[in-house]
């Protein structure tokens, strides 16, 4: 594990192998560890950097709202640390968001991009009012609501199937901050759409989606890569595709990194 200091915090990242770097920034309620047994596969020919994102993980909080742009700025202050220009981005949900907004603010460093079980949209009214129930929710009562909100990104069978999987994640989810928490469900509601990034840009990209996404709607999302060139690869299950696919997602990643 590596640290950088950044406007007066630490910043947790770990870094492995040689090759073209891929950044992988995991999502809310994650941290790094999200992506222990893909990392060693990726690193046989890449260089993979996995940062722990503001007020996750080892990293401190910043603020009380975390933008998704406060979160790229941090994430280039990493790659400049270690001499990075370019790199293939893989973001999960909340880490979509936060690999889109560095996409605009630093396009000449995106060598390819993957959205894993995330979106380029922007919050809709409801989801922004369900942001705000769940600030209140985690106020009231942190553990019930990290535990509800960890099995709820799995598909139903899972929930039965995959528990001690599942426990794992929670356990891990509740090591988040309350700070943390707030900051990122606060981001995240103000974030901007994006869209326009997967039409108007020419670096190979690609989506990730699961049928059973309790959280982001199948068909809905389909539709912001119609009339583009950005690959689709659906999954049969839910919003946790490095556990719930995982031996599909290695293989699926592997390919697109052998395109680039």
């Given at each position: 594990?590596?640290?950088?200091?950044?406007?007066n915090?630490?910043?947790?990242?770990?870094?492995?192998g040689?090759?073209?770097?891929?950044?992988?920034?995991?999502?809310?309620?994650?941290?790094?560890?999200?992506?222990?047994?893909?990392?060693?596969?990726?690193?046989?020919k890449?260089?993979?950097?996995s940062?722990?994102?503001l007020?996750?993980?080892?990293?401190?909080?910043?603020?009380?709202?975390?933008?998704?742009?406060?979160?790229?700025?941090?994430?280039?202050?990493?790659?400049?640390?270690?001499k990075?220009?370019?790199?293939?981005f893989?973001?999960?949900?909340?880490?979509?968001?936060?690999?889109?907004?560095?996409?605009e603010l630093?396009?000449?460093?995106i060598?390819?991009?993957?959205?894993?079980n995330?979106?380029?949209?922007?919050?809709?009214?409801?989801?922004?009012?369900?942001?705000?129930?769940?600030?209140?929710?985690?106020?009231?009562?942190y553990?019930t609501?990290?535990?509800?909100?960890i099995?709820?990104?799995f598909?139903?069978e899972?929930?039965?199937k995959?528990t001690?999987?599942?426990?794992?994640v929670?356990l891990?989810?509740?090591?988040?901050?309350l700070?943390?928490?707030?900051?990122?469900?606060?981001g995240?509601?103000?974030?901007?759409?994006?869209?326009?990034?997967?039409?108007?840009t020419d670096?190979p990209?690609?989506?990730?989606l699961?049928?059973?996404d309790g959280?982001?709607n199948?068909e809905?999302?389909?539709n912001q890569?119609?009339?583009?060139?950005v690959?689709?690869?659906?999954?049969?299950?839910?919003?946790?595709?490095?556990?719930?696919?995982?031996?599909e997602?290695?293989?699926?990643l592997?390919?697109?990194?052998?395109?680039?």
């Amino acid at each position: 594990m590596n640290t950088i200091h950044y406007k007066n915090i630490n910043v947790s990242y770990s870094d492995t192998g040689k090759g073209t770097t891929v950044v992988l920034l995991h999502g809310f309620l994650e941290n790094k560890l999200m992506w222990n047994e893909l990392v060693p596969e990726l690193s046989l020919k890449n260089r993979v950097v996995s940062i722990d994102l503001l007020g996750h993980g080892q990293t401190d909080c910043l603020s009380y709202i975390h933008t998704m742009e406060d979160q790229a700025d941090m994430v280039q202050a990493v790659l400049h640390e270690l001499k990075i220009r370019k790199a293939v981005f893989v973001g999960h949900s909340m880490g979509g968001y936060v690999a889109l907004a560095f996409a605009e603010l630093y396009p000449e460093k995106i060598k390819g991009l993957v959205l894993m079980n995330s979106t380029s949209y922007a919050d809709s009214k409801e989801r922004k009012v369900n942001r705000d129930r769940a600030i209140k929710a985690v106020k009231q009562d942190y553990t019930t609501f990290v535990r509800l909100s960890i099995a709820n990104l799995f598909s139903e069978e899972n929930r039965e199937k995959i528990t001690l999987q599942i426990e794992k994640v929670k356990l891990e989810a509740l090591k988040t901050t309350l700070q943390g928490i707030i900051a990122a469900l606060e981001g995240m509601k103000i974030r901007k759409d994006r869209e326009v990034l997967l039409h108007l840009t020419d670096y190979p990209k690609l989506i990730i989606l699961g049928k059973k996404d309790g959280v982001l709607n199948y068909e809905e999302n389909r539709n912001q890569i119609e009339n583009t060139s950005v690959e689709l690869v659906t999954f049969p299950d839910g919003h946790m595709s490095h556990i719930e696919n995982k031996e599909e997602l290695k293989l699926v990643l592997k390919d697109f990194l052998k395109k680039i």
